[in-house]
């Protein structure tokens, strides 16, 4: 069981907008910044959202993220099918010195 | 462009060890942490290790605590673990990825590699 807890699994429909949620605790997202990774089939994650709402240059403005408390959220509005992948959460833990990941929503545009 | 590719995978026994390196270019190497990351077939990433700039930090994930070492050579432009006393649990797709700081200590990875692949089995 991850530290942080995802959904396994989110859908929609081209155009909707989904929301995946991303549950910690005190050490972890309560006091660190949340990061959010996509990872298309068959390829390496990729940096999506960072410092809790931040998105790199080439990354659309349809992603968006918020955090709140011990939770955090990633946004997707105007879906479209390349957005079908799997997304994780990650936090540094103070009390356990690591990082760690959420267990990984897969999204699929139906 | 930043590049990561790693090496070092393969095939070995349980009990046995391997090797892994990560070989980077298009940024200034000895500026910035490094972590590895794995990801065992059909499940979700974990975390590993992480090494701060000038290896004077380090930390592991409890599963490969006291069996894995990472090092670097800022001079090699290079990224190493060693794994030892490997066991079934540790087949996954090893990658190794940049942090956007000198430590280790966050989760903001904004480069990875494709990954070397491990397998543990007799």
């Known amino acids: 069981q991850s530290l942080l807890t995802q959904p396994p699994s989110a859908s929609g429909t081209p155009g909707q907008r989904v929301t995946i949620s991303c549950s910690g605790g005190?050490?972890?997202?309560?006091?660190?910044?949340v990061n959010w990774y996509q990872q298309l089939p068959g390829t390496a994650p990729t940096l999506l959202i960072y410092t809790n709402d931040r998105r790199p240059s080439g990354v659309p403005d349809r992603f968006s993220g918020s955090k709140s408390g011990t939770s955090a959220s990633l946004a997707i509005s105007g879906l479209q099918s390349e957005d079908e992948a799997d997304y994780y959460c990650?936090?540094?833990?103070?009390?356990?010195?690591?990082?760690?990941f959420g267990g990984g929503t897969k999204l699929t545009v139906l | 462009e930043v590049r990561l590719v790693e090496s070092g995978g393969g095939v070995v026994q349980p009990g046995g060890s391997l090797r892994l390196s990560c070989a980077v270019s298009g940024f200034s190497f000895d500026n910035f942490a490094m972590h590895w990351v794995r990801q065992a077939p059909g499940k979700g990433l974990e975390w590993v290790s992480g090494i701060s700039w000038s290896s004077g930090r380090v930390g592991y994930g409890d599963a490969v605590k006291g069996r894995f070492t990472i090092s670097r050579d800022n001079a090699q432009n290079s990224l190493f673990l060693q794994m030892n006393s490997l066991r079934a649990e540790d087949t996954a797709l090893y990658y190794c990825?940049?942090?956007?700081?000198?430590?280790?200590?966050?989760?903001?990875?904004?480069?990875w590699g494709q990954g070397t692949l491990v397998t543990v089995s007799s």
């Open positions: 990825a940049k942090d956007i700081s000198g430590t280790y200590v966050g989760s903001h990875l904004d480069s």
């Open positions: 005190s050490s972890n997202i309560g006091i660190n910044p």
């Open positions: 990650a936090a540094w833990d103070d009390s356990l010195n690591g990082v760690f």
